[in-house]
């Protein structure tokens, strides 16, 4: 997967909360954005547990994690706080030029409420990731991108709001 010229100058404009854009970033070492969709998402508080639960395997290959949002930077650092993920870069997005401009879409029905969903949600809540206050479109579907060289050389858009990307294949840069 490689980005249009567009999303490369996204990239070069897009600065995250240290103060440097993603193509910077990722000229350093490929960066892991994951795009979430709201803080209040079960399956969000889900990706947040599972790349706390996989970020020494992800840094491990030389990558390093930038999460997206559309919320406030102080309220999403809290957010990451309880997942002990406050110390990685993010990028607030309230107006989701990133997302757009990634190729992310708004959910029908059927990929926020289907009967996939539904299950996916249940099992989530059973496991404790409750969902919470809507900071953000509710309807934005989330993405996955491995950026390397102000470019997106791998991406996982998601086909509902309940999927779960094998987060460590993603941060793996492909073969030279």
Same mark, same amino acid.
């Given at each position: 997967?490689?980005?249009?010229?567009?999303?490369?100058? #996204?990239?070069?404009?897009?600065?995250?909360?240290?103060?440097?854009?993603?193509?910077?970033? %990722?000229?350093?070492? @490929?960066?892991?954005?994951?795009?979430?969709?709201?803080?209040?998402?079960?399956?969000?508080?889900?990706?947040?547990s599972? =790349?706390?639960?996989?970020?020494?395997? =992800?840094?491990?290959?030389?990558?390093?994690?930038?999460?997206?949002?559309?919320?406030?930077?102080?309220?999403?650092?809290?957010?990451?706080?309880?997942? !002990?993920?406050?110390? =990685?870069?993010?990028?607030?997005?309230?107006?989701?030029?990133?997302?757009?401009?990634? !190729? #992310?879409?708004? !959910?029908?029905?059927?990929?926020?409420?289907? @009967?996939?969903?539904?299950?996916?949600? =249940?099992? %989530?809540?059973?496991?404790?990731?409750?969902?919470?206050?809507?900071?953000?479109?509710?309807?934005?579907? @989330?993405?996955?991108?491995l #950026?390397?060289?102000?470019?997106?050389?791998?991406?996982?858009?998601?086909?509902?709001?309940?999927?779960?990307?094998?987060?460590?294949?993603l941060?793996?840069?492909?073969?030279?």
């Amino acid at each position: 997967m490689r980005a249009s010229p567009d999303s490369a100058e #996204l990239l070069g404009r897009t600065l995250t909360s240290t103060g440097e854009t993603l193509a910077a970033l %990722s000229d350093k070492s @490929p960066v892991l954005l994951v795009l979430l969709r709201h803080e209040g998402c079960t399956f969000c508080r889900n990706a947040m547990s599972d =790349i706390a639960r996989l970020r020494r395997q =992800i840094e491990a290959a030389g990558t390093r994690i930038v999460l997206g949002h559309m919320g406030e930077a102080e309220d999403f650092a809290a957010f990451a706080g309880r997942y !002990g993920l406050a110390d =990685i870069a993010a990028v607030a997005d309230p107006q989701r030029t990133l997302y757009k401009g990634l !190729g #992310l879409k708004r !959910g029908r029905m059927v990929q926020l409420m289907g @009967p996939r969903v539904l299950c996916a949600w =249940i099992k %989530s809540a059973v496991a404790g990731h409750l969902p919470g206050r809507i900071k953000g479109d509710p309807l934005q579907l @989330p993405g996955a991108f491995l #950026l390397h060289h102000g470019q997106v050389i791998k991406g996982h858009t998601y086909r509902d709001a309940s999927d779960r990307p094998d987060y460590v294949a993603l941060a793996t840069p492909l073969a030279a």
